[in-house]
């Protein structure tokens, strides 16, 4: 295939994957924006008032940047393990198997149909954010590479999870178990700072937390961690993934018998 | 003459130890409208699987046009067109968002993908379906649109496994003479299908495999030259109770208004007309019993399977 034939095959998958969830924005994209905003009103608005300040910030301006990541990275996740799942299980995958379009180019198109969700939730939830809080943005540019580079990192390790999966009760595994757990351990709703000497050093093993500071340092200006290291750790953990996922699909592992 | 697909000692076993495809060679000549015929599970969907790059093999190599699957990916896949048996579209996506995209998968431009996909769709029936859900279509519009979307690339060699299954007699016929068109247009065709008179009507040449191995390669005229016998149904005016015995031929009453008459390849049916004649039983109309085809597809398949396990035993 030339580079023409290959973009052409890149930008089907593409806008296949954004068809489909805007056909299904009910399922979507509109629960977590609706999740969110009784984030905001419980926690930020209800509870966050007798809360008072944490890092320094107001905990509605603090939760904010947390719960945005925490949309992106659910959607990202969500979106590219039904997609691929759905497509192993009713075979639609061998129409792209049939075809000459290479597998970094199928990885590629999925792993950014996903990142797109990921992003376009996170835009929803920042708008209704804005009935709450008065966001401004510190580093704009921090704040939209890491949003890109997470919502790419858990496409990444939704097309993993799908390529593994063998049955719907396998895609809501690590979600549930694994995915939420470290999401709300990786300081969304609390600075680790407040937390012992040794649950803050346990915190610090969780990558989420990374993404989550760095966001928040984007927006807020403060953040729990070094935000230098908090991009190589990313970057390393995509390229890690991405090879991975190239490799599973490369060897047929969960496609080709 | 161009080989359009060619397979060298082709060998597949499953993780479970089966062994699908014990070592086949094929070739299917540029043009052709070829069989590719067998009992369920001799290896046929395993072939057709590797050749689609759907199923990883074992050993041996596939080479469509002269390129690789392995070493030249690409261009060997842009020749292979491929109806499945078994439905594999997304069915909550529009008929028209199915073949273009499929087009897309090839490198096909939007608006080439946009003509295209049209001039099938309407080449079979389905322009009018082109917004409706795939999930909405009966069978056989299903089928047919795996056919359109097959063609949408407009490929060299296209295989199709089964693809009139569970169709109408009437829309059967109306794919056949859209499968011979298509041939006649230059496609090679690979067929595969449980109604042998389909492919007695439509190939040239034919394989049959069964338990993993080819155990016929040759032109259908050659294969049907080899059948032995024929019978022949003859039906009656009136009934008769005492079946008339007539020198060198095998008649069986089946009812007290049909004949059954079994005809050597040597022999002829006048004899047998001239008699049935002469005792005033008058024969209404005539029909095969079981197509030849099928008769010879049966006694090879039985052969083969009897060896095969006369092997094991010993």
Known sequence: MSWREKWVAFVTILSREIRRYMRIWLQTLLPPAITTGLYFVIFGNLIGSRIGEMGGYDYMEFIVPGLIMMAVITNSYANVVASFYNTKFQRHIEEMLVSPVPNYIILTGYILGGASRGIIVGIIVTIMSLFFSDLSVENVWITVSVVLLTAILFSTFGFINAIFA???????????????????????????????????SVSMANPILYMVNTFRYGILGVSDIDVTWAFIAIAIFIVGFYTYALHLLNSGRGIRS | MTTALSIKNLQKTYGTGFEALKGIDLEVEQGDFFALLGPNGAGKSTTIGIICSLINKSEGSVEIFGKDIDDDFSKAKKDLGVVPQEFNFSMFEKVIDIVVTQAGFYGLPHKQALERSEHYLRKLGLWDKRDEKARFLSGGMKRRLMIARALVHEPRLLILDEPTAGVDIELRRSMWEFMQEINEAGTTIILTTHYLEEAENLCRNIAIINQGEIVKNTDMRSLLAEVSTETFILDIRGTINNLPVIDGYKLKLVDPTCIEVEVRMDQNLNPVFEQLSQKNIEIASMRNKVNRLEELFVSLVEENSNGNDAGVSE
Do not use: A, C, H, M
């Not at chain 1, 995915?179 to 803050?200: A, D, H, K």
């Open chain 1, 166 to 200: 063998n049955s719907f009760d396998d895609i809501s595994i690590v979600p549930t178990f694994i995915l939420t757990p470290l999401t709300y351990l990786g300081g969304v709703f609390y600075s680790i700072n407040l937390l012992p000497e040794f649950w803050r």
